[in-house]
């Protein structure tokens, strides 16, 4: 298959790059502002761009989009740009995909949920508590409603292998293997299902592959909320020194509401793809502390 990955300098889209080419599929990604190894430019909110990688030559039958503004604070506090980088970055990427008859992936979240009651199947109803998660659930929707191919993968606190190392999980590993102390405020009531992007990537190959289309939750069976899955990691380092004040969403007080309760549960997709085994959080903080 001829694959576009729209954001492939970071976190999904690298890992999806990555696994998706060793599969032995013809793939391009494509980077905005972080010129990660084998990406090329490509801005979503300008399809005129005289930079843009020619994607006329490309012919993609698949665009996957994984290119987003995801800091949800910033994005409540600047609902403008929020806009254009979830909702005006999606119809640009659907007019793509349509001039090329491509099918498109779009890569959503559980903050289009409220967190009352979490984890949640794909059939529950969607009631977005933030900007970042009501612009995400927009574009979803003109995705659903676009007349494309489509498939929608519903993530959340996704960690792993990246370039930049930037997730929370790679950060903190990271610190503990230099030896440096921590200081940690996290929030004890936010629980999710961390997923290692890798799993994300396994994961939607097989969905390409078995040519599925319609939203799919892809969640590993941890489920935790952020002190659990820092102590989860900071086990595996007993030299680590650290300061963690677990801290309730509502004494942090952050711009943006958070799902509290969230979380994805992912029986649709393993009763599609039985033989599919999710990693575990601990599995990838044993295998950085062995390599
Ligand atoms: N990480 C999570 O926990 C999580 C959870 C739920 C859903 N998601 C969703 O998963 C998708 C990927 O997230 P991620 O964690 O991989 O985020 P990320 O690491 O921040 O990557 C975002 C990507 O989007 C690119 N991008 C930003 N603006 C762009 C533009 N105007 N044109 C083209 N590309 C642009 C970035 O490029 P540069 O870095 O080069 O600027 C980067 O490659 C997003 O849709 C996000 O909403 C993520």
């Given at each position: 298959?001829?694959?576009?990955?729209?954001?492939?300098?970071?976190?999904?889209?690298?890992?999806?790059?990555?696994?998706?080419?060793?599969?032995?599929?013809?793939?391009?990604?494509?980077?905005?502002?972080?010129?990660?190894?084998?990406?090329?430019?490509?801005?979503?909110?300008?399809?005129?761009?005289?930079?843009?990688?020619?994607?006329?030559?490309?012919?993609?039958?698949?665009?996957?989009?994984?290119?987003?503004?995801?800091?949800?604070?910033?994005?409540?506090?600047?609902?403008?740009?929020?806009?254009?980088?979830?909702?005006?970055?999606?119809?640009?990427?659907?007019?793509?995909?349509?001039?090329?008859?491509?099918?498109?992936?779009?890569?959503?979240?559980d903050?289009i949920f409220d967190g009352e009651n979490g984890p949640y199947d794909?059939q529950a109803i969607a009631h977005p508590i933030?900007?970042?998660?009501?612009?995400?659930?927009?574009?979803?929707?003109?995705?659903?409603?676009?007349?494309?191919?489509?498939?929608?993968?519903?993530?959340?606190?996704?960690?792993?292998?990246?370039?930049?190392?930037?997730?929370?999980?790679?950060?903190?590993?990271?610190?503990?293997?230099?030896?440096?102390?921590?200081?940690?405020?996290?929030?004890?009531d936010q629980y999710a299902t961390?997923?290692?992007?890798?799993?994300?990537?396994?994961?939607?190959?097989?969905?390409?592959?078995?040519?599925?289309?319609?939203?799919?939750?892809?969640?590993?069976?941890?489920y935790?909320?952020?002190?659990?899955?820092?102590?989860?990691?900071?086990?595996?380092?007993?030299?680590?020194?650290?300061?963690?004040?677990?801290?309730?969403?509502?004494?942090?007080?952050?711009?943006?509401?958070r799902p509290l309760q969230g979380g994805l549960k992912?029986?649709?997709?393993?009763?599609?793809?039985?033989?599919?085994?999710?990693?575990?959080?601990?599995?990838?903080?044993?295998?950085?502390?062995?390599?």
């Amino acid at each position: 298959m001829k694959i576009l990955i729209v954001g492939a300098s970071g976190l999904v889209g690298s890992n999806c790059l990555k696994y998706l080419s060793e599969k032995g599929n013809e793939c391009i990604g494509t980077y905005f502002s972080y010129a990660a190894k084998n990406t090329v430019f490509f801005d979503t909110l300008n399809l005129d761009n005289p930079n843009n990688f020619d994607i006329d030559t490309f012919q993609p039958e698949v665009i996957i989009h994984c290119g987003a503004l995801t800091h949800v604070d910033y994005c409540e506090q600047n609902e403008e740009e929020s806009y254009k980088y979830s909702i005006v970055s999606t119809e640009n990427v659907i007019q793509l995909a349509k001039k090329f008859s491509s099918k498109i992936v779009f890569i959503s979240t559980d903050y289009i949920f409220d967190g009352e009651n979490g984890p949640y199947d794909e059939q529950a109803i969607a009631h977005p508590i933030s900007v970042y998660g009501r612009h995400k659930w927009k574009a979803e929707q003109l995705v659903n409603n676009s007349h494309l191919d489509n498939l929608v993968l519903r993530i959340t606190n996704v960690y792993g292998d990246e370039e930049r190392g930037k997730n929370f999980v790679a950060r903190i590993i990271d610190q503990a293997i230099h030896g440096q102390h921590l200081t940690l405020k996290l929030p004890i009531d936010q629980y999710a299902t961390p997923i290692n992007a890798a799993d994300i990537a396994r994961a939607l190959y097989l969905l390409l592959e078995n040519q599925k289309t319609g939203i799919y939750n892809i969640a590993s069976t941890d489920y935790m909320n952020r002190v659990q899955l820092a102590l989860r990691i900071l086990k595996y380092f007993p030299d680590a020194t650290y300061d963690l004040l677990p801290l309730s969403t509502s004494d942090i007080n952050p711009p943006a509401a958070r799902p509290l309760q969230g979380g994805l549960k992912s029986s649709k997709f393993l009763n599609e793809f039985p033989d599919f085994v999710f990693s575990t959080v601990d599995e990838y903080v044993q295998n950085k502390v062995s390599s």
